[in-house]
């Protein structure tokens, strides 16, 4: 299995460029399933889970092609086209990889009526159930059983719009209600829903094929049912969450970078935590610029969006394990989602866990070590500490950092970071 080695100690200094959000993406490509015609997707991320999916649409019968501009080292084309579909069952061998495979069903019950979808099963940071997704289809009207760890969902006269109230905020529920709402008969309302960027982002591009949408960004989105959609273009936003990764990277390195392309008004809540933490960000043209004074401890919450995202919970722990003081950070979305603190004090960090929440103790530096992590952003956790730590570090099952991370270690290797991937 794939590893990384890093030698820590090099501030990162020079410029990163923000790539494609993978959680925009992912929902965007399961749009393309709602329409008979293209759609064609720009700037979307080389990304193990990128694949994962052209592999699930391709297996229903989409046309999936994928092309680069020249010039460009990472962005690339997507152009999907579903035409009619004769197959509606998305399998266990494909969704068990990814749980983002649930974003079919809405799609496919709203488009063919019927859907039988693999269930995702639990994951390392929780057990993540899908009910919320499952209660919403049916206030829609659909019937749902599960058979053989699937769903299997029908609505034989079509969807028909409904008022849907969720109970508390899903990012995955919201995203699937959203399209199977948009060829449902009449309207739907989603109340307490999602207010995430990349909802908008979905929205935006469900609304340039057709879509009849208001109030996405908020927590009640309106959708006005309509007969069919059309082809469209849309290019997916930057990733809010890479940015605020290598924002933590730089900061934790006592650096000076530029990350071009990011989008500071999506990131407010942790922008924020990086200032009161000592780091000074400043907008520039097309971008924003990272540079570090002194680290002080600063605690933080996880919340749903516009709160701080529980995808940069583990990278600001990576940045407090060396800030001068105490910081508490406490996780409210998933109940197993500190998988990074005992690899961190494996380095030298001073951290222990209380329940749902973990102090930290600035300590004055950390010492490479051999580490691996169950999930993606624990990994990149460990890659920040490792470009802090003295000495050296191997992050092992790179695959997951490959699941979220665009050439992670040569953007991060152009910024003078120590680092290479190795075989084995
Ligand atoms: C999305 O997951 C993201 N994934 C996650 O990013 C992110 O951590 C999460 O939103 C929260 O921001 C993608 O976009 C592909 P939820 P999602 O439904 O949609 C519970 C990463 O590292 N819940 O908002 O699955 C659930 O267990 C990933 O990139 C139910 O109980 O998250 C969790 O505790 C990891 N029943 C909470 O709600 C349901 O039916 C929020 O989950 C649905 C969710």
Not at 238 to 256: L, N, Q, V, W
Not at 273 to 286: K, T
Request: glycine share 10%; charged share 20%; hydrophobic share 45%.
């Amino acid at each position: 299995m794939d590893k990384v080695r890093i030698i820590g100690g090099t501030p990162l200094k020079g410029e990163i460029r923000i790539s494609g959000a993978k959680n925009a993406a992912l929902k965007l490509m399961c749009a393309s399933i709602l329409s008979d015609h293209a759609l064609i997707l720009d700037n979307v991320p080389r990304l193990a889970d990128i694949r994962t999916t052209a592999q699930l649409l391709d297996s229903l019968g989409i046309g999936v092609k994928f092309e680069a501009p020249e010039g460009e080292a990472g962005a690339q084309r997507l152009t999907l086209t579903a035409g009619s579909l004769n197959n509606t069952v998305a399998d266990y061998d494909i969704v068990r990889k990814m749980r983002a495979g649930i974003l079919v069903l809405g799609p496919l019950l709203a488009k063919y009526h019927k859907a039988r979808v693999s269930l995702p099963g639990g994951c390392a940071i929780g057990t993540r159930p899908v009910d919320l997704h499952l209660k919403g289809l049916t206030q829609l009207g659909a019937e749902i059983e599960l058979e053989s760890g699937y769903i299997v969902a029908a609505a034989p006269q079509g969807l028909v719009g409904a008022d849907v109230t969720f109970p508390f905020v899903s990012v995955g529920a919201t995203e699937n209600l959203m399209m199977a709402a948009t060829l449902a008969k009449g309207r739907t309302q989603l109340f307490n829903a999602a207010r995430e960027p990349e909802i908008v982002d979905l929205a935006n591009c469900l609304i340039a094929m057709g879509a009849q949408i208001t109030g996405a960004g908020t927590d009640r989105i309106v959708i006005e049912g309509v007969d069919a959609l059309h082809a469209a273009q849309h290019t997916v936003m930057a990733d809010r969450i890479e940015t605020g990764t290598y924002a933590m990277a730089i900061a934790a390195t006592r650096g000076d970078a530029t990350l071009v392309g990011a989008l500071p008004e999506t990131l407010g809540a942790a922008i924020e935590a990086m200032q009161a933490a000592g780091v000074i960000i400043d907008a520039v043209p097309n971008g924003m610029r990272i540079r570090c004074g002194a680290l002080v401890g600063t605690d933080v919450m996880t919340e749903p969006y516009p709160g701080f995202p529980t995808d940069l919970q583990a990278q600001m722990m990576a940045l407090m394990t060396t800030a001068q003081g105490a910081s508490m950070l406490t996780e409210t979305i998933f109940e197993n989602r500190f998988m990074h603190v005992p690899e961190l004090s494996r380095m030298g960090a001073n951290i222990n866990l209380h329940g749902r929440s973990a102090m930290v103790r600035g300590v004055t530096r950390l010492t490479g070590a051999p580490v691996m992590a169950t999930d993606l952003r624990a990994s990149v956790a460990l890659v920040i500490a490792g470009l802090v730590a003295q000495g050296e570090t191997f992050v092992n099952r790179i695959y997951h950092l490959d699941r979220g991370y665009e050439r992670l270690d040569l953007k991060l290797a152009a910024c003078g970071a120590q680092i290479e991937r190795m075989a084995g």
